[in-house]
Nanobody, 121 residues
Framework: QVQLVESGGGLVQPGKSLRLSCAAS????????MAWYRQAPGQQRELVAAVTRAGSTNYADSVKGRFTIARDNAKNTVDLQMNSLKPEDTAVYYC???????????????WGQGTQVTVSS
């Protein structure tokens, strides 16, 4: 069974940094796109950053220049380095990955359980 497990959330002051990590486990043939989403209270889930298997990245305008997404294909992990955090970055952050498990050889989207990030003084 394939799972995504996130870590690294917490409470941080405005202007500070935080790093989120996500690790995929299970019998995995291949991981294609990986991404981080976030959902603030009362709002829809939105894409924060994405990275292809080849390393091409895409960011939401609101985080460009502050957040960096990076993956390690050998370890099946994806990290999100968040700098210069703002109160409006407060949300539950979710890891997402399009994974081909060896059980089906069919790509599916998997989600982590979410990790809370709170930016407040």
């Amino acid at each position: 069974q394939v799972q995504l497990v996130e870590s690294g959330g917490g409470l941080v002051q405005p202007g500070k940094s935080l790093r989120l990590s996500c690790a995929a486990s299970g019998i995995i043939f291949r991981i294609n796109d990986m991404a981080w989403y976030r959902q603030a209270p009362g709002q829809q889930r939105e894409l924060v950053a994405a990275v292809t298997r080849a390393g091409s990245t895409n960011y939401a305008d609101s985080v460009k220049g502050r957040f960096t997404i990076a993956r390690d294909n050998a370890k099946n992990t994806v990290d999100l380095q968040m700098n210069s955090l703002k109160p409006e970055d407060t949300a539950v952050y979710y890891c997402n990955a399009r994974i081909i498990p060896t059980t089906t050889y069919s790509e599916l989207a998997y989600w982590g359980q979410g990790t809370q990030v709170t930016v407040s003084s």
